[in-house]
């Protein structure tokens, strides 16, 4: 499994990016996908996740960002974006996208070590 992130750069507070995370390789639409950042000097942090159930997609994102993050996933393109609006100084990290095989699970991962799969960051900079 490849996974391809892009769409980051810089924006000033109050802008909006898109980041991509393409997938390649043997993945199904059935694994959690997951976003996580790392600000400089700070530990990596859960981001926003999807994940797939019989009635359809399910996702979760950290509190401190989920009135103006949304995660979404394009299966046919083997895509899962991050939309990221009315952003602020403290976004400014590098953003990776992750995948991890949900086995029997059914629970999205929020947690790094569950992820197997990592995507080489994109870097986000948010101006004043």
């Known amino acids: 499994v490849q996974l391809q992130a892009s769409g980051g750069g810089l924006v000033q507070a109050g802008g909006s990016l898109r980041l991509s995370c393409a997938a390649s390789g043997r993945i199904s639409s059935s694994y959690f996908m997951g976003w996580f950042r790392q600000a400089p000097g700070k530990e990596r942090e859960f981001v926003a996740a999807i994940g797939w159930s019989r009635w359809g997609d399910i996702s979760t994102v950290y509190e401190t960002v989920k009135a103006r993050f949304t995660i979404s996933r394009d299966n046919a393109k083997n895509t899962v974006y991050l939309q990221m609006n009315s952003l602020k100084l403290e976004d400014t990290a590098v953003y990776y996208c992750?995948?991890?095989?949900?086995?029997?699970?059914?629970?999205?991962?929020?947690?790094?070590?569950?992820?197997?799969?990592w995507g080489q960051g994109t870097l986000v900079t948010v101006s004043s």
């Open positions: 992750a995948a991890s095989n949900p086995g029997s699970s059914r629970v999205i991962p929020r947690v790094d070590y569950r992820y197997t799969y």
